[in-house]
């Protein structure tokens, strides 16, 4: 069955600290998209970052950062120098071949000033 | 701009009534998706559509039902058949099965509450 493990369900740390999150992901299809999303307090999910799984290569944007490693099934985020801003509840997953997306528990990021 | 409307923001209906949820995308987006989140919990997935006309059942469809009528639109109802329905709604969009545009969009969601 195709599923998500975030295993850290609350991460707390405090501002200009690094972080990272971790995605560990299943799934039977050979290609596939993955995603991470955030929700802020207010509750819309905002779509951070798409990856094919035939591109490895890692990415950057700004102070938030994805490690894809297709061999350990894993799909971290790192979000360098952390705002207060930043806090919210993470969200990653596999996109199935039904197109729908798999999601995993989130992870809770709180940020402290 | 293009994006998702839910409505309203906030429900609240009393116990025995079914109530409606809006949700349109003026996105030209083939499929839609019906999510409820549970406080500190992820989503699950209650309905989907990928074309108009058809819909899937999602891991939780008891109790829900839902129309796609219109390319645009996909409500949502909350029947009294739903035992524990106060939860957080969020609908979603995205390419479905063309393959394009695959990453998904969302409403701002409802936060439905039985009084």
């Known amino acids: 069955a195709q599923k998500v493990t975030q295993a850290q369900t609350e991460i707390s740390v405090v501002e200009k600290e690094d972080v990272t999150l971790d995605c560990v992901y299943e799934?039977?299809?050979?290609?596939?998209?993955l995603f991470w999303y955030k929700q802020p307090p207010s509750g819309e999910l905002v779509f951070l970052i798409r990856?094919?799984?035939?591109d490895e290569q890692n990415e950057i944007s700004g102070r938030y950062s994805w490690n894809f490693q297709k061999s350990t099934s894993s799909f971290n985020f790192t979000i360098t120098a952390s705002q207060v801003v930043d806090s919210a509840v993470y969200f990653c997953?596999?996109?199935?071949?039904?197109?729908?997306?798999?999601w995993g528990a989130g992870t809770k990021l709180i940020i402290k000033p | 701009d293009g994006g998702i409307t839910q409505s309203p923001k906030y429900l609240f209906r009393k116990e025995g009534q079914n109530v409606t949820l809006s949700c349109e995308q003026n996105?030209?987006?083939?499929?839609m998706y019906w999510y409820r989140q549970d406080p500190g919990q992820g989503l699950r997935l209650i309905y989907y559509?990928?074309?108009?006309?058809?819909?899937q059942k999602g891991d939780i469809a008891e109790g829900y039902s839902v129309s796609r009528e219109k390319k645009e639109s996909f409500p949502l109802t909350v029947t009294s058949a739903q035992k524990n329905p106060t939860a957080f709604y969020l609908c979603?969009?995205?390419?479905?099965?063309?393959?394009?545009?695959?990453?998904?969009?969302f409403g701002q969601g409802t936060r439905l509450t039985v009084v």
């Open positions: 799934t039977r299809d050979t290609t596939y998209y």
């Open positions: 997953g596999p996109l199935d071949s039904n197109y729908q997306l798999i």
């Open positions: 990856r094919n799984s035939f």
């Open positions: 979603a969009s995205n390419g479905g099965q063309t393959g394009a545009n695959t990453e998904a969009f």
């Open positions: 559509s990928q074309i108009v006309n058809d819909f």
């Open positions: 996105l030209n987006h083939d499929a």
